[in-house]
Protein backbone atom coordinates (compact mmCIF):
# COMPACT_ATOMS: atom_id res chain seq x y z
CA UNK A 1 0.00 0.00 0.00
CA UNK A 2 1.40 3.25 -1.12
CA UNK A 3 0.99 6.65 1.14
CA UNK A 4 0.31 10.02 -0.44
CA UNK A 5 0.87 13.18 0.88
CA UNK A 6 -1.40 16.26 0.18
CA UNK A 7 -1.68 20.07 1.24
CA UNK A 8 -4.43 20.42 2.94
CA UNK A 9 -6.67 23.61 3.25
CA UNK A 10 -6.45 24.12 7.16
CA UNK A 11 -5.19 27.59 7.81
CA UNK A 12 -3.33 28.20 10.73
CA UNK A 13 -5.07 29.95 13.82
CA UNK A 14 -1.77 32.46 14.36
CA UNK A 15 -1.81 33.67 10.78
CA UNK A 16 0.04 37.16 11.00
CA UNK A 17 -1.38 40.08 9.80
CA UNK A 18 0.29 42.21 7.14
CA UNK A 19 1.51 45.89 7.62
CA UNK A 20 -1.92 47.58 5.95
CA UNK A 21 -3.92 45.25 8.46
CA UNK A 22 -1.89 46.61 11.40
CA UNK A 23 -2.39 50.42 10.77
CA UNK A 24 -6.25 49.79 10.60
CA UNK A 25 -6.13 47.87 14.19
CA UNK A 26 -4.26 50.95 15.40
CA UNK A 27 -6.69 53.58 14.21
CA UNK A 28 -9.74 51.82 15.24
CA UNK A 29 -8.39 51.38 19.12
CA UNK A 30 -7.33 55.00 18.80
CA UNK A 31 -10.98 55.94 18.47
CA UNK A 32 -12.51 53.67 21.20
CA UNK A 33 -13.26 55.45 24.29
CA UNK A 34 -10.86 54.64 27.27
CA UNK A 35 -11.26 56.75 31.02
CA UNK A 36 -8.35 57.59 32.85
CA UNK A 37 -8.45 57.20 36.52
CA UNK A 38 -8.23 60.56 39.26
CA UNK A 39 -4.83 59.15 39.74
CA UNK A 40 -3.52 60.14 36.58
CA UNK A 41 -5.40 63.04 35.99
CA UNK A 42 -4.44 64.83 39.44
CA UNK A 43 -5.98 67.76 41.33
CA UNK A 44 -4.12 70.24 38.95
CA UNK A 45 -6.22 69.29 36.10
CA UNK A 46 -9.30 68.07 38.05
CA UNK A 47 -9.65 71.74 39.27
CA UNK A 48 -8.20 73.37 35.91
CA UNK A 49 -11.26 71.66 34.10
CA UNK A 50 -13.97 72.59 36.34
CA UNK A 51 -12.89 76.26 36.57
CA UNK A 52 -12.50 76.46 32.83
CA UNK A 53 -15.25 74.09 31.85
CA UNK A 54 -17.86 73.87 34.94
CA UNK A 55 -17.41 70.35 34.91
CA UNK A 56 -16.98 69.45 38.52
CA UNK A 57 -17.47 65.17 37.85
CA UNK A 58 -13.20 64.93 38.01
CA UNK A 59 -13.26 67.18 40.93
CA UNK A 60 -15.96 64.84 42.73
CA UNK A 61 -13.95 61.61 41.56
CA UNK A 62 -10.56 62.65 42.62
CA UNK A 63 -12.07 63.40 46.26
CA UNK A 64 -13.47 60.01 46.21
CA UNK A 65 -10.09 58.82 45.45
CA UNK A 66 -8.71 60.81 48.35
CA UNK A 67 -10.92 59.42 50.69
CA UNK A 68 -10.88 55.71 49.88
CA UNK A 69 -7.29 55.07 48.50
CA UNK A 70 -4.26 54.13 50.35
CA UNK A 71 -2.17 56.81 49.36
CA UNK A 72 1.89 56.29 49.62
CA UNK A 73 4.24 58.94 50.82
CA UNK A 74 5.23 60.17 47.29
CA UNK A 75 1.73 60.00 46.24
CA UNK A 76 0.52 62.59 49.46
CA UNK A 77 3.85 64.88 48.40
CA UNK A 78 2.56 65.18 45.18
CA UNK A 79 -0.71 66.30 45.94
CA UNK A 80 -0.06 68.64 48.20
CA UNK A 81 2.31 70.69 46.38
CA UNK A 82 -0.23 70.11 43.56
CA UNK A 83 -2.88 71.19 46.31
CA UNK A 84 -0.83 74.40 47.37
CA UNK A 85 0.24 75.47 44.06
CA UNK A 86 -3.65 75.80 42.80
CA UNK A 87 -4.76 77.21 46.53
CA UNK A 88 -6.51 80.12 45.48
CA UNK A 89 -8.56 78.45 43.01
CA UNK A 90 -10.27 76.44 45.56
CA UNK A 91 -13.33 78.31 46.61
CA UNK A 92 -16.26 77.34 48.39
CA UNK A 93 -17.33 75.58 45.00
CA UNK A 94 -14.79 73.16 45.80
CA UNK A 95 -15.43 72.34 49.85
CA UNK A 96 -15.74 68.72 48.88
CA UNK A 97 -11.88 68.12 47.38
CA UNK A 98 -10.78 70.52 50.54
CA UNK A 99 -12.70 68.86 53.09
CA UNK A 100 -10.99 65.45 51.56
CA UNK A 101 -7.45 67.03 52.03
CA UNK A 102 -7.72 68.48 55.41
CA UNK A 103 -9.02 64.51 56.32
CA UNK A 104 -5.33 63.11 54.58
CA UNK A 105 -3.78 61.17 57.12
CA UNK A 106 -0.53 63.31 57.32
CA UNK A 107 0.25 63.12 61.54
CA UNK A 108 2.71 60.58 60.77
CA UNK A 109 4.56 60.92 57.25
CA UNK A 110 8.06 62.40 56.76
CA UNK A 111 9.11 65.25 58.11
CA UNK A 112 9.14 66.76 54.40
CA UNK A 113 5.45 66.15 53.92
CA UNK A 114 4.41 67.58 57.41
CA UNK A 115 5.96 70.45 56.85
CA UNK A 116 4.65 70.66 53.22
CA UNK A 117 0.96 69.74 54.84
CA UNK A 118 1.51 72.89 57.33
CA UNK A 119 2.48 75.37 54.14
CA UNK A 120 -0.54 74.34 52.83
CA UNK A 121 -2.60 74.33 55.89
CA UNK A 122 -1.82 77.67 56.39
CA UNK A 123 -2.46 79.16 52.84
CA UNK A 124 -5.61 77.43 52.74
CA UNK A 125 -7.09 79.41 55.95
CA UNK A 126 -5.54 82.43 54.90
CA UNK A 127 -7.13 82.65 51.75
CA UNK A 128 -10.62 81.50 52.07
CA UNK A 129 -11.34 81.77 55.69
CA UNK A 130 -14.65 80.14 55.82
CA UNK A 131 -12.48 76.96 56.12
CA UNK A 132 -12.05 77.74 59.33
CA UNK A 133 -14.01 76.01 61.28
CA UNK A 134 -13.72 72.54 59.37
CA UNK A 135 -9.78 72.91 59.15
CA UNK A 136 -9.68 73.65 63.45
CA UNK A 137 -12.60 70.70 63.29
CA UNK A 138 -10.12 68.60 61.69
CA UNK A 139 -7.24 69.30 64.01
CA UNK A 140 -8.89 69.36 67.10
CA UNK A 141 -10.15 65.41 66.42
CA UNK A 142 -6.79 64.63 66.86
CA UNK A 143 -6.96 65.35 70.58
CA UNK A 144 -8.98 62.58 71.67
CA UNK A 145 -6.97 59.67 72.01
CA UNK A 146 -9.12 56.14 70.80
CA UNK A 147 -10.83 53.90 73.26
CA UNK A 148 -8.72 51.38 73.08
CA UNK A 149 -5.14 53.65 73.62
CA UNK A 150 -5.22 53.64 77.48
CA UNK A 151 -2.02 52.16 77.77
CA UNK A 152 -0.09 55.17 75.78
CA UNK A 153 -1.70 57.63 78.54
CA UNK A 154 -0.94 57.41 82.30
CA UNK A 155 -2.56 59.79 84.51
CA UNK A 156 -2.97 61.80 81.43
CA UNK A 157 0.07 62.23 80.32
CA UNK A 158 0.82 60.88 77.00
CA UNK A 159 3.59 58.54 75.86
CA UNK A 160 6.90 59.75 74.10
CA UNK A 161 5.18 58.22 70.80
CA UNK A 162 1.97 60.11 71.07
CA UNK A 163 3.04 63.23 72.45
CA UNK A 164 5.38 63.07 69.16
CA UNK A 165 2.21 62.85 67.13
CA UNK A 166 0.55 65.59 68.58
CA UNK A 167 3.06 67.83 68.16
CA UNK A 168 2.92 68.88 64.49
CA UNK A 169 -0.64 69.08 65.36
CA UNK A 170 -0.25 72.16 68.14
CA UNK A 171 2.19 73.75 65.41
CA UNK A 172 -0.33 74.04 62.89
CA UNK A 173 -2.69 75.56 64.94
CA UNK A 174 -0.45 77.56 66.53
CA UNK A 175 0.60 78.80 63.45
CA UNK A 176 -3.23 79.63 62.19
CA UNK A 177 -4.01 81.29 65.32
CA UNK A 178 -0.94 83.72 64.71
CA UNK A 179 -2.07 84.07 60.92
CA UNK A 180 -5.59 84.49 61.51
CA UNK A 181 -6.97 86.40 64.72
CA UNK A 182 -10.59 85.30 63.70
CA UNK A 183 -9.77 82.01 64.48
CA UNK A 184 -9.89 82.36 67.84
CA UNK A 185 -13.56 82.36 68.40
CA UNK A 186 -13.64 79.66 66.03
CA UNK A 187 -10.86 77.47 68.36
CA UNK A 188 -12.91 77.64 71.23
CA UNK A 189 -15.98 76.50 69.81
CA UNK A 190 -14.46 73.62 68.30
CA UNK A 191 -12.66 72.82 71.65
CA UNK A 192 -15.83 73.05 73.32
CA UNK A 193 -17.93 70.66 70.86
CA UNK A 194 -15.31 68.05 70.67
CA UNK A 195 -15.27 67.64 74.58
CA UNK A 196 -15.49 64.18 75.41
CA UNK A 197 -18.87 62.89 76.89
CA UNK A 198 -18.57 62.31 80.51
CA UNK A 199 -19.11 58.70 80.56
CA UNK A 200 -16.24 57.92 78.10
CA UNK A 201 -13.51 56.60 79.47
CA UNK A 202 -11.01 58.16 81.95
CA UNK A 203 -8.02 58.18 79.36
CA UNK A 204 -10.01 60.00 76.62
CA UNK A 205 -11.14 62.93 78.81
CA UNK A 206 -7.45 63.28 80.58
CA UNK A 207 -6.22 63.05 77.07
CA UNK A 208 -8.40 65.51 75.76
CA UNK A 209 -7.40 67.98 78.89
CA UNK A 210 -3.58 67.71 78.10
CA UNK A 211 -3.99 68.77 74.84
CA UNK A 212 -6.68 72.12 76.14
CA UNK A 213 -3.84 72.69 78.58
CA UNK A 214 -0.90 72.45 76.14
CA UNK A 215 -2.66 74.83 74.04
CA UNK A 216 -2.64 77.47 76.95
CA UNK A 217 1.30 77.20 77.39
CA UNK A 218 1.41 78.70 73.18
CA UNK A 219 -1.55 80.68 73.60
CA UNK A 220 -1.88 82.43 77.10
CA UNK A 221 -4.62 84.71 75.70
CA UNK A 222 -7.12 81.50 76.24
CA UNK A 223 -6.59 81.11 80.03
CA UNK A 224 -9.71 82.33 81.04
CA UNK A 225 -12.11 80.52 78.38
CA UNK A 226 -10.62 77.62 78.70
CA UNK A 227 -9.96 77.19 82.32
CA UNK A 228 -13.67 78.48 82.53
CA UNK A 229 -14.80 75.55 79.72
CA UNK A 230 -12.85 73.04 81.87
CA UNK A 231 -13.90 73.86 85.04
CA UNK A 232 -17.92 73.63 83.61
CA UNK A 233 -16.98 69.92 81.77
CA UNK A 234 -15.54 68.89 85.38
CA UNK A 235 -18.59 69.71 86.94
CA UNK A 236 -20.05 67.90 84.99
CA UNK A 237 -17.97 65.06 85.84
CA UNK A 238 -18.46 65.90 89.28
CA UNK A 239 -22.22 65.44 89.99
CA UNK A 240 -22.01 62.55 87.59
CA UNK A 241 -19.64 61.09 90.26
CA UNK A 242 -21.93 59.73 93.27
CA UNK A 243 -20.13 60.45 96.03
CA UNK A 244 -21.69 57.49 98.56
CA UNK A 245 -20.10 55.44 95.87
CA UNK A 246 -16.88 56.90 95.67
CA UNK A 247 -17.20 56.79 99.59
CA UNK A 248 -18.05 53.28 99.83
CA UNK A 249 -14.96 52.44 97.81
CA UNK A 250 -12.92 54.52 100.23
CA UNK A 251 -14.20 52.93 103.28
CA UNK A 252 -14.38 49.27 101.63
CA UNK A 253 -11.06 49.55 99.72
CA UNK A 254 -7.54 47.73 100.51
CA UNK A 255 -7.07 46.97 103.99
CA UNK A 256 -4.21 48.19 104.61
CA UNK A 257 -2.66 49.26 107.95
CA UNK A 258 -2.98 53.06 108.37
CA UNK A 259 0.70 53.50 108.87
CA UNK A 260 1.44 52.17 105.40
CA UNK A 261 -1.10 54.64 103.95
CA UNK A 262 -0.09 57.21 106.10
CA UNK A 263 3.85 57.13 105.54
CA UNK A 264 3.18 56.60 101.30
CA UNK A 265 5.49 58.91 99.31
CA UNK A 266 4.41 60.51 96.11
CA UNK A 267 6.20 61.53 93.29
CA UNK A 268 4.69 64.62 92.43
CA UNK A 269 6.95 66.07 90.32
CA UNK A 270 7.54 62.86 88.26
CA UNK A 271 6.80 63.77 84.69
CA UNK A 272 4.53 60.63 84.08
CA UNK A 273 2.89 61.64 87.37
CA UNK A 274 2.14 58.03 87.93
CA UNK A 275 0.85 57.27 91.21
CA UNK A 276 1.03 54.13 93.75
CA UNK A 277 -2.29 55.03 95.41
CA UNK A 278 -5.25 52.93 93.01
CA UNK A 279 -7.71 55.53 92.08
CA UNK A 280 -11.65 55.33 92.61
CA UNK A 281 -13.43 52.33 90.55
CA UNK A 282 -16.42 54.28 89.74
CA UNK A 283 -15.56 55.67 85.87
CA UNK A 284 -16.56 59.22 86.32
CA UNK A 285 -14.84 59.24 89.44
CA UNK A 286 -11.92 58.14 87.89
CA UNK A 287 -11.61 60.53 85.16
CA UNK A 288 -12.51 63.65 87.37
CA UNK A 289 -9.58 61.96 89.51
CA UNK A 290 -7.07 62.43 87.01
CA UNK A 291 -8.33 65.44 85.32
CA UNK A 292 -8.09 67.29 88.85
CA UNK A 293 -4.34 66.10 89.57
CA UNK A 294 -3.88 67.67 85.72
CA UNK A 295 -5.45 70.44 86.90
CA UNK A 296 -3.40 71.31 90.25
CA UNK A 297 -0.06 70.53 88.73
CA UNK A 298 -1.52 72.93 86.20
CA UNK A 299 -1.72 75.53 88.59
CA UNK A 300 1.25 74.73 90.96
CA UNK A 301 3.22 75.66 87.77
CA UNK A 302 1.87 78.64 87.06
CA UNK A 303 1.09 80.18 90.40
CA UNK A 304 3.82 78.97 92.77
CA UNK A 305 6.12 81.76 93.60
CA UNK A 306 9.64 81.50 95.07
CA UNK A 307 12.12 84.39 96.10
CA UNK A 308 14.13 83.84 92.31
CA UNK A 309 11.03 84.30 90.60
CA UNK A 310 10.87 87.24 88.51
CA UNK A 311 8.89 89.97 87.78
CA UNK A 312 7.01 88.68 84.65
CA UNK A 313 6.45 85.20 86.94
CA UNK A 314 4.82 87.41 89.64
CA UNK A 315 2.61 89.09 87.67
CA UNK A 316 1.92 86.21 86.02
CA UNK A 317 0.74 84.24 88.72
CA UNK A 318 -1.68 86.98 89.92
CA UNK A 319 -3.17 87.58 86.91
CA UNK A 320 -4.18 83.75 86.72
CA UNK A 321 -5.41 83.65 90.19
CA UNK A 322 -7.83 86.71 89.25
CA UNK A 323 -8.89 84.93 86.48
CA UNK A 324 -9.76 82.15 88.42
CA UNK A 325 -11.47 84.41 91.00
CA UNK A 326 -13.64 85.39 88.56
CA UNK A 327 -14.49 81.83 87.57
CA UNK A 328 -15.03 80.63 91.32
CA UNK A 329 -17.71 83.52 91.44
CA UNK A 330 -19.32 82.68 87.94
CA UNK A 331 -19.22 79.25 87.64
CA UNK A 332 -18.46 77.62 90.90
CA UNK A 333 -19.93 79.50 93.65
CA UNK A 334 -23.52 79.54 91.88
CA UNK A 335 -22.98 75.58 90.77
CA UNK A 336 -25.57 72.93 93.02
CA UNK A 337 -23.88 69.49 94.73
CA UNK A 338 -20.50 69.81 93.82
CA UNK A 339 -17.82 67.73 95.80
CA UNK A 340 -15.09 68.32 94.43
CA UNK A 341 -14.16 70.90 91.54
CA UNK A 342 -14.49 73.40 94.45
CA UNK A 343 -10.82 72.22 95.57
CA UNK A 344 -9.37 73.96 92.74
CA UNK A 345 -9.81 77.30 94.56
CA UNK A 346 -8.78 75.54 97.85
CA UNK A 347 -5.50 74.69 96.57
CA UNK A 348 -4.63 77.78 94.74
CA UNK A 349 -5.00 79.72 98.01
CA UNK A 350 -3.55 77.46 99.87
CA UNK A 351 -0.11 78.82 97.94
CA UNK A 352 -0.22 82.11 98.87
CA UNK A 353 -1.50 83.88 102.18
CA UNK A 354 -2.76 86.91 100.02
CA UNK A 355 -4.69 84.82 97.57
CA UNK A 356 -6.63 83.40 100.71
CA UNK A 357 -7.49 86.77 102.07
CA UNK A 358 -8.57 87.41 98.70
CA UNK A 359 -10.85 84.53 98.42
CA UNK A 360 -12.66 85.18 101.94
CA UNK A 361 -12.98 89.01 101.31
CA UNK A 362 -15.08 88.01 97.98
CA UNK A 363 -16.90 85.72 100.03
CA UNK A 364 -17.73 88.54 102.81
CA UNK A 365 -18.22 90.87 100.14
CA UNK A 366 -21.19 88.49 98.80
CA UNK A 367 -22.86 87.96 102.07
CA UNK A 368 -22.91 91.85 103.43
CA UNK A 369 -24.57 92.79 99.81
CA UNK A 370 -28.16 92.78 100.41
CA UNK A 371 -28.50 93.00 96.61
CA UNK A 372 -27.24 89.46 96.21
CA UNK A 373 -29.83 86.76 96.13
CA UNK A 374 -30.45 84.78 98.84
CA UNK A 375 -28.73 81.58 97.62
CA UNK A 376 -25.53 83.08 96.65
CA UNK A 377 -25.13 84.93 100.12
CA UNK A 378 -25.89 81.52 101.78
CA UNK A 379 -23.55 79.57 99.22
CA UNK A 380 -20.68 82.69 99.94
CA UNK A 381 -21.60 81.59 104.04
CA UNK A 382 -21.06 77.55 103.81
CA UNK A 383 -17.86 78.27 102.06
CA UNK A 384 -16.42 81.12 104.32
CA UNK A 385 -17.21 78.66 107.07
CA UNK A 386 -16.05 75.50 105.73
CA UNK A 387 -12.92 77.03 104.37
CA UNK A 388 -11.74 78.67 107.93
CA UNK A 389 -12.45 75.20 109.35
CA UNK A 390 -10.83 73.34 106.87
CA UNK A 391 -7.77 75.28 106.15
CA UNK A 392 -4.71 74.40 107.48
CA UNK A 393 -2.84 77.22 105.99
CA UNK A 394 -4.87 79.87 107.25
CA UNK A 395 -3.81 81.41 111.00
CA UNK A 396 -6.32 81.65 113.45
CA UNK A 397 -6.18 85.35 113.25
CA UNK A 398 -8.41 84.75 109.97
CA UNK A 399 -11.13 82.77 112.36
CA UNK A 400 -10.94 85.10 114.61
CA UNK A 401 -11.35 87.98 112.35
CA UNK A 402 -14.43 86.10 110.46
CA UNK A 403 -15.85 85.21 113.27
CA UNK A 404 -16.02 88.71 115.01
CA UNK A 405 -17.54 89.74 111.59
CA UNK A 406 -20.50 86.70 111.19
CA UNK A 407 -21.33 87.26 114.94
CA UNK A 408 -21.32 91.34 114.60
CA UNK A 409 -23.64 91.06 111.26
CA UNK A 410 -25.51 88.58 113.40
CA UNK A 411 -26.17 90.65 116.06
CA UNK A 412 -27.32 93.74 113.97
CA UNK A 413 -29.69 91.82 112.11
CA UNK A 414 -31.36 90.62 115.52
CA UNK A 415 -31.27 94.23 116.80
CA UNK A 416 -33.63 95.25 113.31
CA UNK A 417 -35.62 92.06 113.47
CA UNK A 418 -36.60 93.27 117.10
CA UNK A 419 -37.40 96.79 115.60
CA UNK A 420 -39.51 95.32 112.26
CA UNK A 421 -41.22 92.28 114.84
CA UNK A 422 -39.64 90.04 111.90
CA UNK A 423 -41.32 86.74 111.98
CA UNK A 424 -38.70 83.22 112.10
CA UNK A 425 -39.47 82.14 108.45
CA UNK A 426 -36.99 80.21 107.56
CA UNK A 427 -37.30 81.11 104.07
CA UNK A 428 -37.68 85.14 104.67
CA UNK A 429 -34.54 85.23 107.24
CA UNK A 430 -32.17 82.68 105.09
CA UNK A 431 -28.84 84.25 105.29
CA UNK A 432 -29.24 85.03 109.16
CA UNK A 433 -29.65 81.02 109.36
CA UNK A 434 -26.70 80.36 107.39
CA UNK A 435 -24.37 83.09 109.08
CA UNK A 436 -25.28 81.66 112.27
CA UNK A 437 -24.86 78.45 111.73
CA UNK A 438 -21.77 79.24 110.02
CA UNK A 439 -20.83 81.21 114.04
CA UNK A 440 -21.74 77.38 115.38
CA UNK A 441 -19.88 75.17 113.01
CA UNK A 442 -16.85 77.06 113.41
CA UNK A 443 -16.71 76.96 117.41
CA UNK A 444 -17.12 73.38 117.82
CA UNK A 445 -15.05 72.54 114.87
CA UNK A 446 -11.98 75.03 115.95
CA UNK A 447 -13.11 74.33 120.19
CA UNK A 448 -9.61 73.40 120.58
CA UNK A 449 -7.75 76.36 118.79
CA UNK A 450 -10.56 78.88 120.19
CA UNK A 451 -10.13 78.05 124.20
CA UNK A 452 -6.58 77.43 124.27
CA UNK A 453 -6.19 80.28 126.64
CA UNK A 454 -7.99 82.57 128.70
CA UNK A 455 -7.23 85.76 125.96
CA UNK A 456 -9.20 83.34 123.14
CA UNK A 457 -11.79 82.35 126.41
CA UNK A 458 -12.58 86.37 126.72
CA UNK A 459 -12.68 86.76 122.58
CA UNK A 460 -15.29 83.93 122.73
CA UNK A 461 -17.77 85.97 125.38
CA UNK A 462 -17.56 89.23 123.70
CA UNK A 463 -19.60 87.14 121.12
CA UNK A 464 -22.36 87.43 122.96
CA UNK A 465 -23.39 83.83 121.62
CA UNK A 466 -25.56 83.29 124.43
CA UNK A 467 -27.44 86.07 122.94
CA UNK A 468 -26.87 84.78 119.24
CA UNK A 469 -28.99 81.33 120.20
CA UNK A 470 -31.60 82.38 122.44
CA UNK A 471 -33.04 85.37 120.49
CA UNK A 472 -36.83 85.23 119.44
CA UNK A 473 -35.48 84.21 115.80
CA UNK A 474 -34.24 80.91 117.67
CA UNK A 475 -31.03 79.87 114.63
CA UNK A 476 -30.70 76.84 116.78
CA UNK A 477 -34.18 75.29 115.21
CA UNK A 478 -33.24 75.77 111.47
CA UNK A 479 -29.32 74.48 112.47
CA UNK A 480 -28.14 70.93 111.80
CA UNK A 481 -28.49 69.05 115.22
CA UNK A 482 -24.88 67.38 115.57
CA UNK A 483 -23.73 71.74 114.69
CA UNK A 484 -26.07 72.29 117.32
CA UNK A 485 -25.45 69.83 119.64
CA UNK A 486 -21.69 70.12 119.29
CA UNK A 487 -21.59 73.82 119.71
CA UNK A 488 -23.38 73.31 122.77
CA UNK A 489 -21.38 71.19 124.31
CA UNK A 490 -18.42 73.57 123.73
CA UNK A 491 -20.16 76.67 125.08
CA UNK A 492 -21.80 74.96 128.38
CA UNK A 493 -18.03 73.86 129.21
CA UNK A 494 -16.57 77.29 128.88
CA UNK A 495 -19.46 78.51 130.36
CA UNK A 496 -20.44 80.71 127.07
CA UNK A 497 -23.99 79.64 126.81
CA UNK A 498 -26.46 77.20 127.89
CA UNK A 499 -28.29 76.16 124.72
CA UNK A 500 -29.47 72.29 125.90
CA UNK A 501 -32.93 73.71 127.25
CA UNK A 502 -33.59 75.72 123.64
CA UNK A 503 -32.48 72.18 121.62
CA UNK A 504 -34.66 70.16 123.84
CA UNK A 505 -37.86 72.44 123.14
CA UNK A 506 -36.96 72.74 119.48
CA UNK A 507 -36.64 68.41 119.34
CA UNK A 508 -40.41 68.53 120.53
CA UNK A 509 -41.36 71.40 117.72
CA UNK A 510 -40.04 68.72 115.30
CA UNK A 511 -42.65 65.95 116.19
CA UNK A 512 -44.54 64.87 113.37
CA UNK A 513 -48.46 66.34 113.52
CA UNK A 514 -50.70 63.22 112.21
CA UNK A 515 -53.88 64.49 110.69
CA UNK A 516 -55.79 61.00 109.65
CA UNK A 517 -53.69 59.44 106.94
CA UNK A 518 -51.95 62.29 106.43
CA UNK A 519 -48.60 63.48 108.31
CA UNK A 520 -47.91 66.68 108.47
CA UNK A 521 -43.66 67.90 109.45
CA UNK A 522 -42.37 71.04 110.48
CA UNK A 523 -39.90 73.31 108.60
CA UNK A 524 -36.99 72.22 107.78
CA UNK A 525 -33.68 72.70 109.04
CA UNK A 526 -31.70 75.18 106.68
CA UNK A 527 -29.72 73.83 103.51
CA UNK A 528 -26.46 72.96 104.46
CA UNK A 529 -23.59 72.83 102.10
CA UNK A 530 -20.09 72.47 103.48
CA UNK A 531 -18.25 72.46 100.36
CA UNK A 532 -14.79 71.53 101.53
CA UNK A 533 -15.95 68.50 103.17
CA UNK A 534 -13.28 65.52 103.39
CA UNK A 535 -11.81 64.76 100.06
CA UNK A 536 -12.74 61.34 98.61
CA UNK A 537 -10.47 61.10 95.50
CA UNK A 538 -7.60 59.25 96.02
CA UNK A 539 -4.52 60.31 93.22
CA UNK A 540 -5.62 64.32 93.16
CA UNK A 541 -5.61 64.12 96.89
CA UNK A 542 -1.73 64.05 96.77
CA UNK A 543 -2.05 68.09 96.63
CA UNK A 544 -5.00 68.50 99.16
CA UNK A 545 -4.26 66.75 101.98
CA UNK A 546 -0.99 68.32 103.29
CA UNK A 547 -2.71 71.58 103.72
CA UNK A 548 -6.17 69.84 104.94
CA UNK A 549 -7.58 70.17 108.68
CA UNK A 550 -9.09 67.09 109.89
CA UNK A 551 -11.72 67.28 112.99
CA UNK A 552 -9.70 66.60 116.50
CA UNK A 553 -11.91 66.46 119.14
CA UNK A 554 -11.66 68.98 121.98
CA UNK A 555 -10.23 67.33 124.90
CA UNK A 556 -11.89 69.07 127.59
CA UNK A 557 -15.63 67.00 126.58
CA UNK A 558 -15.81 64.09 128.42
CA UNK A 559 -17.40 60.67 128.22
CA UNK A 560 -16.89 60.77 124.30
CA UNK A 561 -16.80 57.31 122.29
CA UNK A 562 -14.32 58.05 120.42
CA UNK A 563 -15.08 54.58 117.98
CA UNK A 564 -18.83 56.38 117.53
CA UNK A 565 -17.17 59.49 116.66
CA UNK A 566 -18.19 60.26 112.63
CA UNK A 567 -17.78 62.65 109.79
CA UNK A 568 -19.50 65.64 109.18
CA UNK A 569 -22.99 64.74 107.27
CA UNK A 570 -23.32 66.92 104.66
CA UNK A 571 -26.72 67.76 102.91
CA UNK A 572 -27.50 69.85 99.94
CA UNK A 573 -31.57 69.36 98.74
CA UNK A 574 -32.75 65.62 99.54
CA UNK A 575 -29.41 64.01 99.66
CA UNK A 576 -28.06 62.39 103.00
CA UNK A 577 -24.48 61.28 102.61
CA UNK A 578 -22.41 60.31 105.38
CA UNK A 579 -18.53 61.12 105.87
CA UNK A 580 -15.64 59.47 107.68
CA UNK A 581 -14.57 62.84 109.06
CA UNK A 582 -14.58 62.51 113.39
CA UNK A 583 -16.51 65.55 113.90
CA UNK A 584 -20.70 65.08 114.11
CA UNK A 585 -21.91 61.83 113.70
CA UNK A 586 -23.94 60.79 110.34
CA UNK A 587 -27.62 60.44 111.68
CA UNK A 588 -30.05 62.17 109.39
CA UNK A 589 -29.84 65.30 110.54
CA UNK A 590 -32.76 66.39 112.25
CA UNK A 591 -35.53 65.19 110.02
CA UNK A 592 -37.33 62.81 112.69
CA UNK A 593 -35.17 63.69 115.83
CA UNK A 594 -36.99 62.10 119.37
CA UNK A 595 -35.99 63.18 122.60
CA UNK A 596 -33.08 59.96 123.25
CA UNK A 597 -31.36 61.46 120.04
CA UNK A 598 -30.79 64.77 121.38
CA UNK A 599 -29.70 63.30 124.90
CA UNK A 600 -27.38 60.67 122.72
CA UNK A 601 -26.01 63.20 121.19
CA UNK A 602 -25.74 65.73 123.73
CA UNK A 603 -23.32 62.77 125.82
CA UNK A 604 -21.08 63.08 122.74
CA UNK A 605 -20.28 66.59 122.16
CA UNK A 606 -20.09 68.25 125.56
CA UNK A 607 -18.49 67.82 128.45
CA UNK A 608 -20.35 67.85 132.22
CA UNK A 609 -19.49 70.70 134.28
Known sequence: MSLYTRKTGVTSILKTFSGEDRQRAKAVAANKVRFSTPKEKGLAESVRVAVEEGNFHLVKEF???????????????????????????????????????????????????????????????????????????????????GDLDASEWVNGCPSECTRSDLEPIHNVLNRVLTAVPMAFDVVIDAISTKFPYFKKPAHVTAGYLFNVLWLIEYKPIFEELILKLVLQKLLVLDVNAPRDQIDVETNDGNDKSETEEMFHIYNINADNLINARQTVKNPVGKALDICLLMIYKFLDGKCRINQNSSEQESGTANRL??????????????????????????YVTSIRFAYSEAFLNLLWQKVKNPNVSAIIRHSAVGYIASFLARAKFLPLSSVIFYLKELTKWAHTYIDESDEYNQTSSLKANLVFYSVCQAVFYLIAFRATDLTASSKDLLFLQSLQLSRLAMCQLNPLRYCLSPVATAFAGVTRTYQLAYCHTVLERNARRKLATVYGHDKSMPEETVETFFPFDPYLLKISNQYIEDNYMAYQSNETEDNVDRSSENLLSRKRGDSELGEEDDFITTDKRQKHLEMSKSEELDKQFHCGT
Open 321 to 346: FKILLYLFDDVLLPSHNTHHVQFVIF
Open 63 to 145: AYFLRESELTDDEVLLIIKDAKRIVHNLTSDFVNIVEALLSLNWKNRSSEIIEAYTEFWIDIMVAHNRYLPVGVSKLIIHWIP
